[in-house]
Structure formats: structure tokens, C-alpha cells
């Protein structure tokens, strides 16, 4: 089974910076493209960015690009998302998930396992 435990959430003002992470648990050494997904109150989830296994190649959502960056380190089962030049617009809960059909699927009710999520407020 795989479990994932987001944290880095918390309370920012507009511009301010944040990361995010995601660990990883699982019984196999299998490693999983992952992405990060958001969602604020009252709106549908929206795909945020993706990494494949191998860190090599990245996936992000035109209202993020050049601001948020999507990173992994396998040796600590881990996934980062560095959120640079925040706007209240980034308020949302923000979830990782793994095990996408294919990497930088952005569909995330295609993908097998998901975190609690952690919420990320960004004050103006």
C-alpha cells in the first residue's frame, strides 16, 4: 500500500514564498511519477504540476509556470512544490498524488493514491 503526507502548508502574504512536501510510504521500492493538485473551496480540483520517476522531465499548469517549481528526491521518497510570487488566486488546499496512467496525467481521478492535503492561505 502506498500512503502520502503532505505538509509546508500555512499562512502567507501576497508574493511570499512556500514549500510544500510529500512523503512517501510504500512496502516496494516502485517509484511513481507524482503530481501536485489543488483545490480552493466551492471550485472543481485543477491539476497543478507533475514530475516523472525520474525528476527528469515536469509538467505544469499555465496559471503556475515560471512561479511554482516541482522537484523530487527519490532517496527520500519525497516530492517538493517551491511556490515563489504567491497570489491569493494560490489559496486552496494542495494534494500529491501518485500513480498516474501515464506521467503528467492531469486528470486527477485517474490517479491510485492521494494525500490528506495541506492548505495553503495567501493573504492580500
Known amino acids: 500500500q502506498v500512503q502520502l503526507v503532505e505538509s509546508g502548508g500555512g499562512l502567507v502574504q501576497v508574493g511570499d514564498s512556500l514549500r510544500l512536501s510529500c512523503v512517501i510510504s510504500?512496502?516496494?521500492?516502485?517509484?511513481?511519477?507524482m503530481a501536485w493538485f489543488r483545490q480552493a473551496p466551492g471550485k472543481v480540483r485543477e491539476f497543478v504540476a507533475a514530475?516523472?520517476?525520474?525528476?527528469?522531465?515536469?509538467y505544469y499548469a499555465d496559471s503556475v509556470k515560471d512561479r511554482f517549481t516541482i522537484s523530487r528526491d527519490n532517496a527520500k521518497n519525497t516530492i517538493y512544490l517551491q511556490m515563489n510570487s504567491l497570489k491569493p488566486e494560490d489559496t486552496s488546499v494542495y494534494y500529491c498524488?501518485?500513480?498516474?496512467?501515464?506521467?503528467?496525467?492531469?486528470?486527477?481521478?485517474?490517479?491510485?493514491?492521494w494525500g490528506q492535503g495541506t492548505q495553503v492561505t495567501v493573504s492580500s
Open positions: 514530475i516523472d520517476w525520474s525528476g527528469g522531465k515536469t
Open positions: 498524488a501518485a500513480e498516474p496512467p501515464v506521467a503528467g496525467h492531469r486528470i486527477g481521478d485517474d490517479y491510485n493514491y
Open positions: 510504500q512496502r516496494t521500492t516502485r517509484v511513481y511519477p
